[in-house]
């Protein structure tokens, strides 16, 4: 992998803030073609398709921002001399090749690639078919930033493949795969870690729950959960799942208007048997794997629990390791709840919409890991990097 100048990388940046200003009609009608061809039976899939002026300026923040953003290569984790003379010294370097499955979200053609780019990278793009001409638009716009600055167009890559042509790719690609990122729901990330050969980095399932604890201001937590359900259904940190513990003072009463308040915000109600037997008119979950699913849709589970240690063990058998919620006035009991809960974001009295690299402070992300290796949460610039070793010497052997 040759390393490029940061001087460099930041030029092609700074052309492709110019082109994607420049070409803003063509994405938008490109975007009219995907928009026109899709049957519309999925709404969050065709609300992250959907690109307007807004989107555009978006894409254009995001390359300004990791453009002004320190180069993550090269930068010394540590130096050490040795007794017999070496000096030993850790950098960070870049992975080499990452491909990233994607599905809908033109947006991700340009955010994924401006940070691997910067991040020295190549990239390879497989995105949805829904997305086909907005992708290919936002490629174009890409090689010509590259060969404006007299770099090869196989830097960054979008790659058109059915499903039967994407397996052979990764059982057999033609060319070295360092890190694999897919990024939608369990059939996607599934069909990836069964074929890849190289590592697979988890992003983008969500099914988070919140916890409503005994001491919780009930104001407060609607509020709550009001935001982290339906402020944008359609991303990996919108909420599923709702726990209601059975020693909050007016328990009945408040399931009654938890459950009227989210009907009259378009919010459809599946309870468990305990909750059932309040909320008597909801359908009552018979299916256990319900609740493992992640919805991106208007509708959610609310459960019952028996406190901390309840609420705990069931989030960590069902939750996707996402991002996860407790509403509580007792700072011990989120504490607890904060260091045993086997999430990669977990909050205290704050929704889970912030599981993102902008609202976190990090910037342009990639994707939100939920995997433990290399890295878990909001994969940003630093983030795309991994280490290597250089190891000085004058004739050193071991003996």
């Not at 940046?13 to 063509?26: A, F, G, P, V, W």
């Not at 799942?241 to 989210?262: G, M, N, V």
Request: glycine share 6%; aromatic share 6%; net charge negative.
């Amino acid at each position: 992998m040759k390393i490029l100048d940061t001087a460099l990388k930041n030029k092609v940046l700074n052309s492709m803030i110019s082109i994607l200003d420049e070409d803003r009609n063509k994405i938008l009608e490109a975007n009219k073609k995907d928009r026109d061809l899709f049957k519309k039976d999925d709404q969050a899939l065709y609300d992250r398709l959907v690109v307007t002026d807004e989107k555009v300026n978006g894409m254009i923040a995001s390359v300004k921002e990791v453009m002004g953003q320190e180069d993550p290569v090269g930068k010394t984790k540590s130096d050490r001399k040795l007794e017999n003379g070496l000096e030993i010294k850790n950098k960070t370097a870049p992975f080499g090749t990452i491909m990233i499955i994607y599905e809908s979200r033109p947006d991700v053609t340009i955010e994924a690639a401006v940070l691997a780019f910067k991040a020295n990278n190549k990239i390879l793009l497989k995105g949805g078919k829904e997305a086909y001409h907005s992708n290919r638009v936002l490629e174009a716009c890409w090689h010509r930033a590259l060969q404006e600055n007299g770099l090869d167009s196989d830097w960054i890559q979008l790659l058109s493949m059915d499903r039967k042509e994407t397996q052979e790719f990764l059982k057999n690609p033609p060319e070295k795969l360092d890190l694999i990122v897919p990024r939608g729901g369990e059939r996607l990330i599934g069909f990836v870690k069964e074929h890849a050969q190289c590592a697979v980095l988890v992003s983008g399932r969500g099914n988070n729950f919140l916890y409503v604890d005994k001491n919780a201001d009930w104001k407060i937590s609607l509020d709550v959960i009001l935001n982290a359900k339906t402020h944008k259904i359609s991303a990996c940190n919108a909420l599923d799942k709702i726990l209601i513990d059975t020693a909050i003072p007016d328990y009945a009463e408040k399931l009654k208007e938890l459950d009227s308040f989210l009907n009259e915000n378009g919010v459809s109600v599946m309870v468990d048997e305990k909750t059932g037997e309040v909320l008597k008119n909801r359908p009552v979950i018979t299916d256990e794997s319900v609740w493992e699913e992640e919805f991106l849709a208007m509708k959610c589970c609310i459960g019952t629990v028996d406190g901390l240690d309840d609420a705990i063990e069931k989030i960590n058998t069902y939750s996707g390791g996402h991002s996860t919620t407790i509403m509580t006035s007792d700072k011990e009991a989120a504490v607890k709840f904060m260091e045993q809960v086997d999430s990669a974001a977990v909050y205290h009295n704050a929704s889970t919409r912030f599981t993102d690299g902008g609202a976190m402070g990090v910037g342009a992300e990639l994707a939100i890991s939920t995997d433990k290796l290399h890295h878990r949460g909001p994969l940003g610039l630093k983030q795309l990097v991994t280490n290597k070793y250089y190891v000085y010497g004058d004739g050193q052997v071991r003996v």
